[in-house]
Protein backbone atom coordinates (compact mmCIF):
# COMPACT_ATOMS: atom_id res chain seq x y z
CA UNK A 1 0.00 0.00 0.00
CA UNK A 2 2.82 2.51 0.94
CA UNK A 3 4.70 1.85 -2.41
CA UNK A 4 1.15 2.67 -4.30
CA UNK A 5 0.45 6.13 -2.19
CA UNK A 6 4.75 6.68 -3.08
CA UNK A 7 4.41 5.99 -6.52
CA UNK A 8 0.76 8.16 -7.09
CA UNK A 9 2.68 10.84 -5.38
CA UNK A 10 5.41 10.60 -7.81
CA UNK A 11 3.64 10.55 -10.57
CA UNK A 12 1.64 13.99 -9.51
CA UNK A 13 4.84 15.62 -8.80
CA UNK A 14 5.73 14.69 -11.74
CA UNK A 15 2.86 16.22 -13.99
CA UNK A 16 3.24 19.47 -11.88
CA UNK A 17 6.43 19.95 -12.77
CA UNK A 18 6.01 19.42 -16.96
CA UNK A 19 6.31 22.32 -19.32
CA UNK A 20 2.68 24.25 -19.54
CA UNK A 21 1.79 23.73 -23.39
CA UNK A 22 -0.94 25.21 -25.53
CA UNK A 23 -3.09 22.67 -27.67
CA UNK A 24 -3.34 24.36 -31.40
CA UNK A 25 -5.63 23.52 -33.97
CA UNK A 26 -5.16 20.40 -35.94
CA UNK A 27 -3.93 19.07 -32.22
CA UNK A 28 -0.38 19.90 -32.54
CA UNK A 29 1.24 20.68 -29.14
CA UNK A 30 2.93 24.24 -28.65
CA UNK A 31 5.17 24.82 -25.31
CA UNK A 32 4.76 28.18 -24.16
CA UNK A 33 7.58 29.94 -22.57
CA UNK A 34 6.84 33.19 -20.65
CA UNK A 35 10.45 35.49 -20.22
CA UNK A 36 10.80 38.13 -17.34
CA UNK A 37 13.27 40.51 -16.43
CA UNK A 38 14.25 40.05 -13.17
CA UNK A 39 15.18 42.85 -10.46
CA UNK A 40 16.04 42.80 -6.80
CA UNK A 41 16.12 39.16 -5.15
CA UNK A 42 16.07 36.37 -7.71
CA UNK A 43 12.22 35.03 -7.63
CA UNK A 44 10.49 32.44 -9.47
CA UNK A 45 7.24 33.10 -11.44
CA UNK A 46 4.85 30.47 -9.80
CA UNK A 47 2.52 30.80 -6.62
CA UNK A 48 1.63 34.47 -7.54
CA UNK A 49 -1.84 35.62 -6.52
CA UNK A 50 -3.46 37.88 -8.80
CA UNK A 51 -3.96 41.05 -8.16
CA UNK A 52 -7.89 40.78 -7.36
CA UNK A 53 -7.43 37.99 -4.87
CA UNK A 54 -4.70 40.01 -3.43
CA UNK A 55 -7.45 42.91 -3.21
CA UNK A 56 -9.52 40.77 -0.84
CA UNK A 57 -7.06 40.98 1.00
CA UNK A 58 -5.94 43.96 1.97
CA UNK A 59 -9.53 44.61 2.76
CA UNK A 60 -9.95 43.03 5.68
CA UNK A 61 -5.97 44.30 6.96
CA UNK A 62 -5.86 47.50 9.40
CA UNK A 63 -3.43 49.93 9.18
CA UNK A 64 0.01 48.06 10.46
CA UNK A 65 -1.31 44.32 9.38
CA UNK A 66 1.35 42.58 6.79
CA UNK A 67 1.47 39.65 5.52
CA UNK A 68 4.06 37.95 2.77
CA UNK A 69 3.13 37.46 -0.38
CA UNK A 70 3.79 36.99 -4.11
CA UNK A 71 1.15 38.70 -6.45
CA UNK A 72 0.55 39.44 -10.54
CA UNK A 73 -0.59 42.42 -11.43
CA UNK A 74 -0.60 45.13 -13.75
CA UNK A 75 1.65 48.44 -13.71
CA UNK A 76 -0.39 51.38 -13.64
CA UNK A 77 2.59 54.31 -12.62
CA UNK A 78 6.35 54.18 -11.89
CA UNK A 79 8.08 57.21 -10.19
CA UNK A 80 9.63 59.07 -13.31
CA UNK A 81 12.79 60.63 -11.28
CA UNK A 82 13.99 56.88 -10.69
CA UNK A 83 11.97 54.39 -10.91
CA UNK A 84 12.29 54.10 -7.05
CA UNK A 85 8.24 53.35 -6.56
CA UNK A 86 5.38 51.84 -8.74
CA UNK A 87 1.65 51.44 -8.06
CA UNK A 88 -0.47 48.54 -9.49
CA UNK A 89 -3.79 48.02 -10.15
CA UNK A 90 -5.52 45.78 -7.74
CA UNK A 91 -8.67 45.60 -10.17
CA UNK A 92 -11.08 46.75 -8.08
CA UNK A 93 -11.00 50.22 -8.44
CA UNK A 94 -7.90 50.42 -5.48
CA UNK A 95 -3.98 50.67 -5.95
CA UNK A 96 -0.95 48.93 -4.50
CA UNK A 97 1.97 51.32 -3.81
CA UNK A 98 5.37 49.60 -4.21
CA UNK A 99 8.45 50.03 -2.74
CA UNK A 100 11.73 48.01 -2.98
CA UNK A 101 12.85 46.90 0.10
CA UNK A 102 16.20 48.99 1.58
CA UNK A 103 15.87 51.14 -1.32
CA UNK A 104 17.93 48.27 -3.06
CA UNK A 105 16.16 48.16 -6.32
CA UNK A 106 14.78 49.94 -9.13
CA UNK A 107 12.53 49.45 -11.95
CA UNK A 108 11.86 50.83 -15.75
CA UNK A 109 10.60 54.23 -15.71
CA UNK A 110 8.28 53.27 -18.26
CA UNK A 111 6.84 50.13 -17.46
CA UNK A 112 2.83 51.18 -17.10
CA UNK A 113 0.33 48.94 -18.75
CA UNK A 114 2.74 45.66 -18.07
CA UNK A 115 2.38 42.35 -15.67
CA UNK A 116 4.88 42.14 -12.90
CA UNK A 117 5.18 39.88 -10.37
CA UNK A 118 6.16 41.28 -6.83
CA UNK A 119 7.42 38.96 -3.76
CA UNK A 120 7.53 39.94 -0.44
CA UNK A 121 5.51 41.98 2.30
CA UNK A 122 1.98 43.99 1.59
CA UNK A 123 0.57 45.77 4.75
CA UNK A 124 -1.95 48.55 5.40
CA UNK A 125 -0.16 52.22 6.56
CA UNK A 126 -1.68 55.62 6.65
CA UNK A 127 0.48 58.07 4.13
CA UNK A 128 0.78 61.55 6.06
CA UNK A 129 -0.21 64.08 3.44
CA UNK A 130 3.80 65.68 2.70
CA UNK A 131 4.51 62.05 1.70
CA UNK A 132 1.53 61.44 -0.63
CA UNK A 133 2.75 65.50 -1.93
CA UNK A 134 5.98 63.86 -2.29
CA UNK A 135 4.70 61.32 -4.38
CA UNK A 136 2.30 62.92 -6.72
CA UNK A 137 5.11 65.34 -7.39
CA UNK A 138 7.70 62.47 -8.20
CA UNK A 139 4.75 61.06 -10.99
CA UNK A 140 4.66 64.43 -12.40
CA UNK A 141 1.25 65.50 -11.14
CA UNK A 142 0.37 68.85 -11.63
CA UNK A 143 0.89 71.98 -8.92
CA UNK A 144 -2.81 72.25 -8.86
CA UNK A 145 -3.14 67.95 -7.96
CA UNK A 146 -0.38 68.49 -5.47
CA UNK A 147 -2.13 71.15 -3.33
CA UNK A 148 -5.49 69.17 -3.25
CA UNK A 149 -3.74 66.66 -1.28
CA UNK A 150 -5.25 68.03 2.09
CA UNK A 151 -5.81 64.56 4.71
CA UNK A 152 -3.58 61.37 5.67
CA UNK A 153 -4.67 58.44 3.45
CA UNK A 154 -4.99 54.98 3.96
CA UNK A 155 -3.31 52.90 1.68
CA UNK A 156 -2.48 49.40 0.13
CA UNK A 157 1.58 48.77 0.31
CA UNK A 158 4.11 46.82 -0.61
CA UNK A 159 7.91 46.01 0.14
CA UNK A 160 9.19 44.23 -2.54
CA UNK A 161 12.35 42.04 -2.29
CA UNK A 162 12.04 40.82 -5.60
CA UNK A 163 10.42 41.79 -9.22
CA UNK A 164 9.58 39.82 -12.48
CA UNK A 165 8.67 42.06 -15.24
CA UNK A 166 7.26 40.39 -18.34
CA UNK A 167 9.15 40.72 -21.31
Known amino acids: MNKFLLASLCFIMMLSCKDKVKQGAGNETKKVSVQYASFGKKIIANDAIKA ?87 AGKSKTDIASITEPKRTFSFEADGVLLKK
Open 52 to 138: SSMAAHYKVMQVGDSINSKMLAKVIGVCKAKGCWMTLDLEDGNEVMVKSKDYSFFVPKDIEGQEVIINGRAFVKEVPVEEQRHYAED
